[in-house]
């Protein structure tokens, strides 16, 4: 699972999951111009300077929702690391309100059993169908990923997509490859780059033969559509090696003066790399 390293102190916020008297859970959609919007979660909100978790979800579900919560019950409480910020999630069961439910947001609504049939789920979302499903006894997946976000990406006619990797805290620039779907679904699910290679046509997972294993933080996607920027962390090595020649980058090349001069120096001989 990608996730972004960081030391930042965490975003309070209070999460509402309202139970119906049939022990179904009510999820929300982010509404257009917010980050992630379209994906489903358990409405609430930031927890406001001298406000308690109760107090801050009673104000969101109303100005959410329009509705007022009889009470809060506190349950459990998860850190999640977004690429827009880290926050603390603390999970609230609700059981009675008054008030008929009102997308006040522009936001969709959904009352949902185990399997959660609603998608995309927002990441901070999926720990608490795992605890619900340990609470009510659901032996099965809470949710099933779907794999339609594979068909936002414009592949080429080879099936292919360009694939850039970049240090996380650096910000080098230490590689270009291609990926299919294979690989990157691969690498979503795995949490490590994997690529396509052209000249052995199958599944290159970097590192497998060097021990320089790059761990995915963050994947994105330009306008186009037709490149993936992935942010990681280059192991295996201190400095980190991406390059097949034993260097930190691949773009060791600098353009000087009419000729491409070598600024970046050999870190580990590659014939010691691949045997």
Not at 15 to 38: M, N
Not at 193 to 222: I, M, N, P
């Amino acid at each position: 699972m990608l996730e972004r390293a960081t030391v930042e102190e965490a975003v309070e916020v209070a999460v509402g999951v309202l139970i119906d008297a049939e022990g179904r859970f009510l999820l929300t959609s982010r509404p257009e111009g917010k980050v992630y919007a379209g994906y489903w979660e358990f409405p609430g909100g930031k927890v406001e300077a001298g406000e308690s978790v109760e107090a801050a979800l009673a104000r969101e579900l109303h100005e959410e929702l329009g509705i007022e919560i009889d009470g809060a019950e506190r349950w459990r409480a998860e850190v999640v690391d977004y690429p827009h910020a880290r926050v603390r999630l603390n999970f609230c069961k609700v059981f009675g309100w008054r008030g008929v439910l009102q997308m006040r947001e522009g936001q969709r609504m959904a009352w949902q059993q185990l399997p959660v049939q609603v998608q995309p789920v927002l990441r901070g979302t999926l720990p608490v169908l795992a605890w619900l499903a340990g609470e009510r006894g659901f032996s099965g997946a809470p949710y099933t990923e779907s794999m339609d976000w594979l068909d936002d990406v414009k592949w080429d006619a080879a099936g292919l997509v360009t694939a850039i990797a970049q240090e996380q805290h650096s910000g080098d620039v230490l590689m270009v490859a291609w990926m299919n779907r294979d690989s990157l679904a691969e690498t979503v699910s795995s949490g490590r780059a994997v690529y396509w290679s052209r000249s052995r046509q199958c599944l290159w997972r970097k590192g497998e033969e060097s021990g320089h294993v790059q761990q995915v933080h963050d994947l994105r996607l330009d306008c186009d559509g037709d490149v993936v920027l992935l942010t990681v962390t280059q192991q295996g090595h201190d400095p980190g090696i991406a390059c097949h020649t034993g260097r930190h980058s691949c773009f060791f090349r600098r353009y000087d003066h009419g000729g491409w001069a070598v600024v970046s120096p050999v870190l580990k001989d590659p014939e010691s790399i691949y045997r």
